[in-house]
């Protein structure tokens, strides 16, 4: 048995080598669904049902747990999943299985709170409003995840979505830096005007743009701090193992990495984030 973990493309990586230098023990198997990448601008039950058919994959490949190390699959398919599909999978593979997405983790990280907590608003009075741009998908974006679900926590905390569609997918394409430069650059300024400054924090809110994480870092203002997704994922993950003893996550020291796309080395781009050459094989 293993821990599960699934994006669109190269971008859950970022997740991965997280998870896998906090749990060196377990076994992992990572699934890129290269064959439909990028998810950004696909209709909501497209991302639906390409989630459930990664999900199924990674069951059909050991996994016990998957996590979903892609803001567009957690924003749109995860609660859907999890209420229609995850029950009934259960009772077929008849051992435990679940479905653990990456924007929770994200938003307790942004706000400081536990997902659990409720803000009373009673006599609330806000002193200073700090902003935060999200950098996401379309999808991400229009499902207004970010917003809605920091503003339940904490209203002194603006949040402005700053969608980045085609960027996902030069990143998966291993684009050329200046490239990169130029159209992460458009949307640092984008969302400044948009909100007539520079935002106070930043979410890299799409596991892609964590491997150009230092391109967005000469971009924003210096020292703006920037909400690390691996780090909140890995974190949350800690807690969920600890309370749920009960899934059998392997120690045998396997790493497997499939795609549904072309198998063989990734990027130049992934080979230097990744520190070494990275091959997928046939999922
Ligand atoms: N890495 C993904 C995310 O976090 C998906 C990007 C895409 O496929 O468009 O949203």
């Known amino acids: 048995m293993a821990i599960g973990v699934f994006d669109s493309g190269v971008g859950g990586l970022t997740v991965h080598r997280e998870l896998v230098r906090r749990f060196p023990e377990r076994d992992f198997v ?39 190390a ?31 997405g990456i924007i929770v983790p994200t938003i307790e990280a942004a706000t400081g709170l536990p997902w659990e907590y409720e803000a009373d608003r009673s006599g609330e009075k806000i002193e200073a409003l700090e902003i935060t741009g999200v950098f996401c998908t379309a999808a991400t974006a229009i499902s207004r995840v970010y917003e809605i679900e920091i503003d339940k926590r904490r209203q002194d905390l603006a949040v402005f979505c700053e969608p980045c569609p085609g960027l996902a997918g030069l990143i998966e394409l291993g684009a ?50 920037v909400i690390h997704q691996p780090t909140a994922v890995a974190d949350a993950l800690e807690r969920y193992f600890a309370r749920h003893p009960d899934y059998d996550l392997g120690a045998s020291g396997r790493r497997d990495f499939l795609t549904t796309g072309k198998p063989g080395p990734q990027s130049e781009m992934v080979s230097q984030f ?10």
Do not use: M
């Not at 567009?72 to 679940?98: D, F, M, Y």
């Not at 990744?274 to 999922?283: R, T």
């Open 70 to 100: 892609c803001n567009t699959a957690s924003a749109i398919a995860l609660r859907r999943l999890q209420q229609t599909w995850l029950p009934g999978e259960r009772e077929r593979r008849g051992r435990p299985v679940n479905v653990l």
């Open 176 to 225: 050329p830096p200046k490239e990169l430069e130029v159209v992460i650059g458009d949307h640092v300024d984008a969302l400044r005007r948009r909100i007539g400054r520079h935002p106070d924090t930043a979410i890299l809110g799409c596991t892609h743009y964590e491997i150009v994480a230092p391109v967005f870092a000469r971009l924003l203002p210096e020292g703006t701090p």
């Open 274 to 283: 990744w520190g070494a050459p990275l091959s997928f094989a046939q999922a």
């Open 30 to 68: 990572y699934l890129a669904d290269q064959a439909h990448a990028p998810y950004g601008g696909r209709g909501g039950e497209e991302i639906v049902e390409l989630t459930r058919a990664g999900c199924e994959r990674l069951f059909d490949a050991g996994a016990s747990v998957v996590v979903l």
